[in-house]
């Protein structure tokens, strides 16, 4: 039995997912391969959670230095417990999604 791979998966569904919604991706999928077919293959929005560390260079400068010169919108998010995520998204900083809704969605 082959391994499912769910980055995969994502690309096979897309197709088949209306752009009208948004779509939410857990920390098992960021990787630039999925980026990238998203940017190009995807035309609705979406909100990818990231580790913020052993994860994406940009993130990882993101969450040291606030600063970063990636094409996506970056939300920096610590929990309860003191762990860091980032939401890479592409839902515009504007008042239909103030960074609160977006965290929310989680």
Known sequence: MAEANEREEV????????????????RGY???????????QYQGLWVLRC?????FPAVETF????KTEVRLRAIRMKS?????????TTLQA???FPTQAVLDLY
Do not use: N
């Not at 960021?30 to 190009?40: A, I, K, N, R």
């Not at 309860?80 to 890479?88: A, R, T, Y």
């Open 51 to 55: 580790p913020a560390s052993h994860t």
């Open 94 to 96: 504007d008042a239909r």
């Open 30 to 40: 960021p990787s630039y391969d999925l980026l990238e077919h998203l940017q190009h």
């Open 63 to 66: 969450v040291h230095f606030w």
């Open 11 to 26: 690309k096979a569904l897309l197709p088949q997912i209306p752009h009208s919604g948004v779509l939410l991706f857990d």
């Open 80 to 88: 309860s417990s003191g762990e860091i995520s980032v939401f890479l």
